[in-house]
């Protein structure tokens, strides 16, 4: 079985400041690996996702993640936040011949200005 | 184009209430989701249907049943709500397939007293 591990619940940064959001998975098999965020009061929205190739994942709004197969980990990570960056954000990972998504249980992301 | 559509936005149900919330697609997706969002549990996978048809179990099923009404539609009916309940529901859509990225609705809150 799967399962994807958010150790921060909740990490404070600085506006302007760099930040990473852990993200450690469990799988006997080959993975996809997603990052989603969630703004206040919406749903969730994809970031960016790994299927293969290149193990540097860039996504929309300045975020990127790197697969790291050897430490099973898919960290997100942004050099200079914004205030608008302020959501959670929720790392998630599907096996093969599984359709299904496991989700972690989230990163609360809080700029400080 | 309103992607994922859910009603009601929110709902308060006494203990032993039947509801149904409902979930359209416009984007003919073949595969539809259904999740719950507890604080400090991430998203949950109660019920998916891979294809118009086919309805399966995910994490947590009991309490609910579903209905894959046609391609665009996905509801979940709650026959005997319970306060544990309580949660925010959102239902998702994708392209069949593991690789494929979700796509959210923006969740129904439900209260259950």
């Known amino acids: 079985a799967?399962?994807?591990?958010?150790?921060?619940?909740?990490?404070?940064?600085?506006?302007?400041?760099?930040?990473?959001?852990?993200?450690?998975?469990?799988?006997s098999?080959?993975?996809?690996?997603?990052?989603?965020?969630?703004?206040?009061?919406q749903g969730?929205?994809?970031?960016?996702?790994?299927?293969?190739?290149?193990?540097?994942?860039?996504?929309?709004n300045g975020f990127e993640a790197e697969f790291n197969k050897s430490q099973t980990s898919f960290h997100l990570r942004k050099p200079s936040v914004h205030i608008s960056d302020t959501a959670e954000y929720f790392c998630a990972v599907s096996n093969f011949g599984n359709e299904k998504l496991t989700f972690g249980t989230g990163t609360r992301l809080t700029i400080i200005p | 184009n309103a992607g994922v559509t859910q009603t009601p936005k929110f709902q308060v149900l006494k203990t032993?209430?039947?509801?149904?919330?409902?979930?359209?697609?416009?984007?003919?997706?073949?595969?539809?989701?259904?999740?719950?969002?507890?604080?400090?549990?991430?998203?949950?996978l109660i019920y998916y249907s891979a294809s118009e048809g086919t309805t399966d179990k995910g994490e947590v099923p009991n309490g609910y049943n579903v209905s894959r009404l046609n391609k665009r539609e996905f509801s979940l009916r709650l026959e005997s709500a319970a306060p544990s309940q309580t949660s925010v529901y959102f239902?998702?859509?994708?392209?069949?397939?593991?690789?494929?990225?979700?796509?959210?609705?923006?969740?129904?809150r439900l209260l259950v007293l």
């Not at chain 1, 799967?2 to 799988?27: H, I, K, W």
């Not at chain 1, 098999?29 to 009061?41: A, M, R």
């Not at chain 2, 239902?91 to 129904?108: D, I, L, N, V």
Request: net charge neutral.
């Open chain 1, 44 to 60: 969730l929205q994809l970031l960016l996702k790994y299927l293969s190739g290149s193990t540097l994942v860039k996504g929309i």
């Open chain 1, 2 to 27: 799967q399962s994807v591990t958010q150790l921060d619940s909740q990490v404070p940064v600085f506006e302007e400041a760099p930040v990473e959001l852990r993200c450690n998975y469990s799988s």
């Open chain 1, 29 to 41: 098999v080959s993975v996809y690996l997603f990052w989603y965020v969630q703004y206040p009061n």
């Open chain 2, 16 to 44: 032993g209430q039947s509801m149904t919330l409902q979930c359209a697609q416009d984007m003919n997706h073949n595969s539809m989701y259904w999740y719950r969002q507890d604080p400090g549990m991430g998203l949950r």
């Open chain 2, 91 to 108: 239902c998702a859509s994708s392209e069949r397939g593991r690789q494929e990225t979700q796509y959210f609705g923006p969740g129904t």
